[in-house]
């Protein structure tokens, strides 16, 4: 099925609940708790977004991270800044990383979540690395051509 590149993506709570990896009773409760936010629309035709995804996304990786639902319901209205470090990965964990390849055989993978980086901080550590290693890689080449 083609969408145009705006339209968000609509899910049913049944799909929604299992690209969560969470319960519909989870996922009710978490809207009930206002972690989530409510279904765009009402009865059956109410209908959840790529937000919502994510949303339940961050709860799920905080949640295994040993955080209680209130601290995070701190978080998620920012009462405090700063989003605090999850517990070591698990076997079988989903994360989603952002790939950054600098040259052949040169990569940075980042679990932005993990390391506490905000997508603008992200872009900018990705365009700090690519410049530093064309720094690198342009100086390497004038001592060759120099010698």
Request: hydrophobic share 30%.
């Given at each position: 099925?083609?969408?145009?590149?705006?339209?968000?993506?609509?899910y049913?709570?049944d799909?929604?609940?299992?690209?969560?990896?969470?319960?519909?009773?989870?996922?009710?409760?978490?809207?009930?708790?206002?972690?989530?936010?409510?279904?765009?629309?009402?009865?059956?035709?109410?209908?959840?977004?790529?937000r919502?995804?994510?949303?339940?996304?961050?709860?799920?990786?905080?949640?295994?991270?040993?955080?209680?639902?209130?601290?995070?319901?701190?978080?998620?209205?920012?009462?405090?800044?700063?989003?605090?470090?999850?517990?070591?990965?698990?076997?079988?964990s989903?994360?989603?990383?952002?790939?950054?390849?600098?040259?052949?055989?040169?990569?940075?993978?980042?679990?932005?979540?993990?390391?506490?980086?905000?997508?603008?901080?992200?872009?900018?550590?990705?365009?700090?690395?690519?410049?530093?290693?064309?720094?690198?890689?342009?100086?390497?080449?004038?001592?060759?051509?120099?010698?």
């Amino acid at each position: 099925m083609n969408t145009p590149a705006n339209t968000p993506t609509q899910y049913p709570l049944d799909t929604l609940c299992t690209l969560a990896g969470l319960p519909r009773r989870t996922v009710r409760y978490y809207i009930q708790l206002k972690l989530v936010d409510p279904p765009i629309g009402a009865t059956r035709g109410a209908y959840y977004t790529d937000r919502h995804l994510q949303q339940l996304l961050t709860i799920r990786k905080w949640t295994e991270g040993g955080l209680s639902l209130e601290r995070i319901s701190e978080l998620l209205r920012g009462d405090e800044p700063g989003v605090p470090a999850p517990k070591p990965r698990k076997p079988g964990s989903v994360e989603v990383m952002s790939h950054l390849v600098v040259a052949d055989g040169v990569e940075l993978v980042i679990e932005p979540g993990r390391a506490g980086l905000k997508p603008e901080e992200v872009r900018k550590l990705f365009k700090s690395v690519l410049d530093s290693y064309s720094e690198i890689t342009r100086s390497a080449n004038n001592k060759e051509q120099g010698e």
